[in-house]
């Protein structure tokens, strides 16, 4: 079969590559080659450096600012963020599980699915990773979504999370096992259903806390966790683990967890621990801080967010110690991405660029840093940079263009002009936008 070739030249922009060497490329071009429908980046430099080969299609983007599509490393795809959504019936945990099985459930929770895939893609989130979804559907839905006409995002999904009987999202996303071989078979099951990673809660959450100081909770014990990660780096696979309290990190550290999820204030050990841990999968392991999900529940009145005193109180305590651990680890070269927790209430995946906006806030770094996490040290940490993550031949052509310089001001974020997946130009007609969420989290 003959294969359809071609290429496009996207001209006359400002480019950050996202490498971070050097300032940006005026009158930049990009050169991008589709070979059957996916588009690598051929050429990318000024127009004095790149010459666009003769009848070529061109896309002129009028000294726009071009940058790395978004990746975001911390998503549960089932929950699109509207806590307000009409129809929303009340379910014990267990009705909830059996609704969600049923395959009026199944159907309805995918197509959920699909549709925030597609509205992080349009919002210029070009990869995600899901890390705690119900019975594999995330799975499901990557594959299906890989097989479609339509083009979609690159999903990495972690399946359903693990943790102990009664522990972090239990009868909800979370699987329970309560012993290493347990917990090893888990990861077996996993690998077998075609998991791109493993995602453990070796602490508590808010929101299912109820006692103060819950949400940090250590609830997998050492060897549970070192068995999980012994396994799953046999399979070559990195485990993220949702991790709220100090102690829970040096524990999940020591156990060789690849990734802190959310995190908590950190000693020296634990410092170490993030540059050389022997036994993570790549000898270290990095932190992906979710600051929205803490500073929504932490500042949206109660009367919204349905948490009692006890849930609120521990949210702001997530929130404190999140914010020094985000801040000792850059200060101390730890490699840190970017994650948001999409799914959780008032947590849209349309609304990831609002976690930049966020860490610079709380996390007092700059607008480069910020983007910096999201993009070039995001797909290094989710193992991804050969293909994402800067711009650069050879690399996939996935790339957002914005009206103005981000680095000056990340509101330009908020309507990406043309968001370019794989060479694809994305139909970007922003009817994901939750009115009722935009109004409590537009001021924050
Ligand atoms: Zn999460």
Request: some cysteine; proline content about 3%.
């Amino acid at each position: 079969m003959d294969r359809q070739k071609s290429i496009c030249a996207f001209t006359n922009c400002n480019i950050i590559d996202g490498k971070f060497e050097g300032d940006l490329i005026e009158e930049g071009v990009i050169l991008v080659e589709n070979l059957d429908g996916v588009g690598r980046i051929k050429a990318l430099g000024s127009r004095d450096e790149v010459s666009i080969p003769e009848h070529c299609k061109t896309v002129d983007l009028k000294g726009k600012y071009v940058l790395p599509g978004l990746i975001n490393a911390h998503v549960h795809l089932f929950g699109d963020g509207n806590p307000f959504a009409p129809g929303d019936v009340k379910r014990t945990p267990d009705e909830n599980m059996e609704y969600m099985k049923s395959s009026l459930g199944k159907y309805l929770v995918k197509e959920t699915m699909k549709k925030n895939a597609m509205a992080s893609l349009q919002a210029g989130v070009t990869t995600f990773r899901s890390v705690g979804d119900p019975f594999y559907y995330d799975i499901e839905v990557r594959d299906e979504m890989k097989d479609s006409s339509e083009v979609g995002p690159t999903m990495l999904c972690a399946g359903p999370m693990m943790c102990i009987t009664g522990g972090h999202g239990y009868k909800l996303v979370s699987e329970a096992s309560d012993s290493p071989w347990e917990g090893r078979k888990q990861v077996r099951l996993r690998v077998y259903n075609g998991t791109d990673l493993i995602k453990i809660a070796s602490t508590g959450g808010v929101t299912d806390s109820r006692k103060i100081g819950e949400a940090g909770r250590v609830q997998m014990t050492y060897d549970e966790i070192a068995a999980i990660c012994d396994e799953a780096h046999r399979a070559g696979l990195l485990v993220a683990s949702h991790c709220q309290s100090t102690r829970g990190l040096k524990e999940a550290l020591r156990a060789g967890v690849d990734t802190i999820e959310h995190g908590a204030s950190m000693d020296d050990e634990i410092v170490r621990l993030f540059k050389h841990n022997p036994r993570s999968l790549r000898g270290y392991s990095a932190l992906v801080p979710t600051f929205a999900v803490a500073v929504y529940v932490s500042e949206i009145s109660t009367e919204y967010t349905k948490l009692d005193d006890v849930q609120l109180t521990n949210g702001r305590i997530i929130r404190d110690e999140m914010t020094e651990g985000f801040k000792t680890a850059v200060k101390e070269g730890i490699k840190v991405g970017l994650g948001t927790d999409a799914g959780m209430p008032f947590v849209t995946h349309y609304g990831t660029w609002r976690e930049l906006y966020l860490q610079v806030k709380y996390g007092e770094i700059s607008n480069a840093q910020a983007i910096g996490f999201a993009t070039k040290s995001n797909a290094e940490i989710l193992g991804i940079d050969r293909e994402v993550g800067t711009l650069e031949a050879g690399k996939f052509a996935d790339f957002i263009v914005l009206e103005g310089n981000p680095l000056e001001n990340l509101n330009y974020f908020e309507k990406p002009s043309i968001v370019v997946k794989q060479g694809n130009i994305i139909d970007n007609t922003r009817d994901y936008i939750i009115p009722d969420v935009e109004k409590f989290v537009k001021d924050i």
